[in-house]
Structures are given as structure tokens and as C-alpha cells.
């Protein structure tokens, strides 16, 4: 299980969380549905440990991966580098895997300057895949990414069998995961549908 109990962020005066509650079953594809600003970023970075929340608690089915919304890759390292970095030494056969999962086989050797906006997000997606968790929080993982290959990505995650809690505003997205929590805020909260 996924558990947030009264979970309360703020930002000097700015409440993001305010005794923010949810629970979810601790498998499966949720995706966090919910406009722009309106705190989903805010949950996840807390949920990965990078916000101190100011009260509440929340347990989650593993250690947390967190994608960035940013793509934070190594300017001086290329692509297969990229994923090799993550991978302990006795698992750096399965950059290829990881490269194939993201529809990026066959890029290895490029520099990531040269990579489109969205081929670099499918990069972060593969590296933080790459990362050994119990849980994965992505945060707008197909940002740039076309509909159909974001599908095809994310069955592909699904076959994978971690957990996955991610942000999107793509209605092709929200429409294949297990479960979609509508949002709004700030404060965060459940959307009343
Ligand atoms: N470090 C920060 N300092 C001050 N305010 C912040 C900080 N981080 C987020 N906020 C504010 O918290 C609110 C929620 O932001 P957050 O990024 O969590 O929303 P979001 O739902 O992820 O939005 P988006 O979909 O645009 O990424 C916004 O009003 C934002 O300005």
C-alpha cells in the first residue's frame, strides 16, 4: 500500500499539501491527474525525501525513484552512458534493455546534444527505470513524447512490476493506468468529480 496521511507541505507562507490524505494499492500504474500548479510535483518530490514536509506521514511499497521534471542527464556523458551510470557493474548488459524499453535502440553511442527534446526525456524515463526501487515516481515521464509511443512505453513499464505513481496531463496516458487520481489545489486536493 501507498499511504499519505495529513501530509502538510508548505513554501515560506504557501500551503502546497495541507493535511494532505491518500491512499492507494501499493501495485499497478496510478497516474495523478490534476492542472497545472496545482501541487502534483510537490507530493512526489516529498514522497521521494527532497521536501520536508511540515507534519504528516506517508509510507510507500518500497525506496522511491524519483524522475525529475527536469531531465537532469550528464552533458558529457552519451546516451548508453547515461543508463550504464545507474546500473550496478554486474547488470551493464541490460543497457540495451533499457535503451529498447524507451524505443532508443541503436542510439548508444550518440552524444545527448544531439537528441531531440522528447528522445532525451525518454532517456530520464530509462534511466530512472534503470534504478533499483520499490516504487517509481514519475514525474510527466512523456513530456514531448507522442501518444502512441507513450502508450507502447508504458505497457512496457507495466510489464516491469514496480509500482508507478506518475504526474500527466495526456489523456491517452491517464487512459491505460490502473487507476487515475484527479487533483486540485493548491492546497492539494482530491477533485470532486
Ligand atoms: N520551491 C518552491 N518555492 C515556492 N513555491 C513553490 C516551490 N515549488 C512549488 N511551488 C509552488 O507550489 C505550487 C504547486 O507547484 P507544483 O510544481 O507542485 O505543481 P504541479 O501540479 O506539479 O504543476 P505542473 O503540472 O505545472 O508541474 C505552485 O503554486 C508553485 O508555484
Known sequence: ?????????????????????LTLPGE???ALAGPSGCGKTTLLRTLAGL???AG???TLPGEAVLLFQEDRLFPWRRTGEQIADV???????????FLSLVELEGEEDRPIQILSGGMRRRLALARALACEGGVYLLDEPFTGVDKER???ILERIR????????????????ALADRV???EGPPLRLREL
Open 181 to 183: 487520481v484527479h487533483l
Open 159 to 174: 510489464a516491469l512490476g514496480k509500482p508507478v505513481l506518475l504526474s500527466s496531463h495526456e489523456e491517452g496516458v491517464l
Open 56 to 58: 504528516g506521514t506517508f
Open 150 to 152: 507513450a502508450g507502447r
Open 51 to 53: 521536501e520536508r514536509p
Open 28 to 30: 499497478g500504474i496510478t
Open 87 to 97: 546500473l550496478p557493474r554486474a547488470r551493464r548488459q541490460e543497457v540495451g534493455k
Open 1 to 21: 500500500m501507498l499511504r499519505i496521511h495529513e501530509l502538510t507541505v508548505s513554501f515560506g507562507e504557501k500551503r502546497v499539501l495541507d493535511s494532505f490524505s
